[in-house]
């Protein structure tokens, strides 16, 4: 069994930064991506940004403010988030696509940590 731990999220005003992490633990032989979404009240869940083997994504509405960064010795992903907007607001979700130790590829979530920005 794997589990994905999120944490980092919180209160900033607009403009500000702020750092997600999450580390994943349990039956892990390799990560093969990780990445955050988020979900804004009201709308559906949304990519903001992966790492993989294939290289790393953005979504648009991100791009120039938030950075993903890997540590794999760890076993954690980051996403350093600066120039908060309003529209960041939302809970943010880790991601990952990890090989367990009995060689099978799935898909895990964290529980997400909330990030509120004020204008």
């Known amino acids: 069994q794997v589990q994905l731990v999120e944490s980092g999220g919180g209160l900033v005003q607009a403009g500000g930064s702020l750092r997600l992490s999450c580390a994943a633990s349990?039956?892990?032989?390799?990560?093969?991506?990780m990445g955050w979404y988020r979900q804004a009240p009201g709308k559906q869940r949304e990519l903001v940004a992966s790492?993989?083997?294939?290289?790393?994504y953005y979504a648009d509405a991100v791009k120039g403010r938030f950075t993903i960064s890997r540590d794999n010795a760890k076993n954690t992903v980051y996403l350093q988030m600066n120039s908060l907007k309003p529209d960041d607001t939302g809970v943010y979700y880790c991601?990952?696509?990890?090989?367990?130790?009995?060689?099978?590829?799935?898909?895990?979530w964290g529980k997400g940590t909330l990030v509120t920005v004020s204008s």
């Open positions: 991601n990952a696509n990890i090989r367990s130790i009995y060689y099978y590829d799935e898909e895990y």
């Open positions: 790492d993989s083997s294939g290289g790393t």
């Open positions: 349990g039956s892990i032989f390799q990560i093969n991506a």
